[in-house]
Every structure is written in C-alpha cells, then in structure tokens.
C-alpha cells in the first residue's frame, strides 16, 4: 500500500477571499441574488469559512435562511465526500460558523451529498454509495424532531399571539431552526378568480427590506411561502391593474416549533371607482395617532401606488372600535386618518388628491363582541372616489 510522504499529510492550507469571484479549491460554493427587476447578481464567492482547496458541492440552504448543508472531501471526513453544516453570521454571506460534520448515520466511508431536509424538519433526503442497490441511491432518513421550547399559544386575527420570549431556541447546532409555513389564495374580489401574472411579495416591516417573491398556482391562487422566526413580516400582492390587500404576521418576538398557517388571502381588486382597500400594515401607537415604523413600507407602496395612477382621487378614512365615547373615537378617527394623509403629501402625492375623514365606531366591519372583532374595526382604508 502506498504511504503518503510526511508532507502530503500536513493539511492544506487555506486561501484567504480576495476576490469574491475567485476560486479556492476543486469546486467552491457560490451565492447568487435576484434583484428587482428580475436580473441575478454576479456569483459571488461564500468565502474560506465554508470553501477550501478540497471540493465543496451540491449546497442546499435551509428553509431557515440561515442553515447550509454541503458535501466535501475535505480531511477528517469518514471518507469519500461526507456531508457537512454551517450557520450564516450575518448579512454578508461570507461569514459562516466552523463547518460540523453531521456524522453518522448520515456519513459514511462511501459518497454522500445533496443533502435537503423537509420545511418541516421531520425528514432527510441525501444520495450515498453506502448500501445503494446500484452506484449511488436516494435515502431518506426520519429525523427527530426539533427542539421545541414553548408553541405560540394562538394563531388569531392573523397574527401569531405573543408569548413567552426568554425560550431556548434549537441548540443541535447541526439543525435548521424551526419556521412557519404561511399559505393563502390571491383572487381577485369581484370575479373570483386567480388574477393573470399575480406575485406574493413578503418583507421585513422593521426595515421595509423585501424578503423573498412568490407566485400563486395560476389555476388555484394557492401560494405557500416560508418564514423564520424572528421578523415581523408584511405580506402583500403585485398585479398589474389591481390594488391588493396586505397580511401581518408578527413573529419577531417568539421561537417554536414547525408551524403551518393556512388561510392568509390576499384579495385584489381593480383600480376603478367605488373600491375599497384595508391597509392591513399600518400601525399605531396605542389610543394614539403616531405612526409606528413599521408602517412606513405599506404607506412607501401606496404612495408609488398614487405617483404610478396619476388620475385617482380618493378618501383616506379613520375607523374604530365601539370602545370609548364617541368624541374620543371620531376625534381619534379622524387624528389617524391626517396622519396617513400627512405621510403620502410628504412623498409627494398633490393634496387635491386625497381627502381624510374619521368615522370613529359608525362602521365596523364586524360586531364589536370579541376582542379580535374589535381589532379587525380599528383600521384605516382607502376608497377611490374618481379615475
């Protein structure tokens, strides 16, 4: 048997990223993003963190965002290519946690790679030669389930009810952290139907920065989008010749385990007079009409909504609870509905454009009997009065 010199057994040393398009070994791991209008950057090298001069390849990103899974030769594996984990540090892509190989039974002395695991958590699906009927074969593997320290204790009005923030978040460090898998129909109001080239945009409300497309089945209006935990999210429709409605779905202060919530519709409707659009995420201060910052990416839309539809004149209305007298509640209406109006005059919207009225308590859209009606009523919408 050959014996390798003493100097083929010191390990490779690492190339430093000077460049971010450069090559670090036989095969490296490189990201790419989609822009906006639709183009997708120039690769760009994930750095020696994950990279070495051995091969790294078939990477898959969790559904977490944050978790990538990656085959390689590299030493100190079991043999052949093992399967290996790391965690993104931040927002640049170039910094990684030390890689973890996940170990047996996964790895063994034969190939392994295209690891993938479900949104869910609860299987791994991965290629090998250990045991395969042919060269190499699929396996599937049932995992534990992830570490679940305290379940959100409601999913009501649309949001995910608040709950116990000092929990212990997954601490298998070669685990995907757990997500929420959101779904909903996008249809258009008055004919039912799934509107042609409809998008699903969601988007961190803290910094207004866009998160992600989807695209609705053309023939259901189904769409399924996955997010984890720690945001609080806005979720919105793009359609040529409609304004759509909006979902919020606050999970920045909770941590849990895999859950599916089903039922977030978007309804869209034509840009014509006589329609009516709730702004779903537009935020107050309590009993107040100061605009929390996360409003500011739903006012940033309708405002290019209005730049964009030179022609439209509408009425921004104040509603509230029955909670209160009825001076506090038109007086409160009427604060909130100024302050939109205010906003959208800063971004440049002609003020002949928009009028502003509070209603106070004289049109709920659902009896005041529970809590969560009574919130579904504290709202703030648009109609179109002419085009």
Known sequence: MHKQSSEDELPKKKKKVKNPQALLGDDDIYASFLDKDGTWSEPMNLGDDL??????????????????YFSSNREGGKGSNDIYVSKRKDNTW????EPINIGEPINTEEYDAYYTISAAG?????????????????FRLKLNQPVTPSEPTAIAGGDVAKTDTKTKTNSDPTKADAVVLVSGKVIDAKTGKVPANAKVIYEDLSTG??????????????????????????????????????QNIDLSKLSGKYLEVEGKDLTVKIVEVGTKVEMNNIFFEFGK??????????????????????????????????????????????ERAD???????????????????????????VTNDTPENQAINRRVEFEILKN
């Open 51 to 68: 990279n070495t001069d051995f091969t790294e390849t078939t990477p898959f990103l969790a559904p977490d965002g944050k978790t990538l």
């Open 94 to 97: 170039i910094h990684w946690t």
């Open 122 to 138: 609860d299987y791994a699906y991965f290629v090998s030669g250990k045991n395969s009927l042919g060269k190499k074969d699929i």
């Open 209 to 246: 920065k866009e998160l992600g497309q989807a695209q609705p089945d053309p023939k259901t209006g189904i769409y399924k989008i996955v997010l984890p935990y720690g945001r609080n999210y806005g979720i919105s429709t793009q359609v040529d010749g409609y304004v759509g409605t909006s």
């Open 289 to 334: 009409a100061a605009l929390k910052s996360e409003s500011y990416p739903e006012l940033n839309r309708l405002a290019e909504f209005f730049k964009k539809n030179t022609k439209i004149i509408t009425e921004i209305s104040g509603h509230t609870d029955n909670v209160g007298s009825d001076e506090v509640n038109n007086r409160l209406s009427q």
């Open 339 to 365: 302050v939109v109006r205010n906003y959208l005059l800063s971004q440049g919207v002609p003020s002949e454009r928009i009028t502003a009225k509070g209603y106070g308590k004289t049109r709920p859209k």
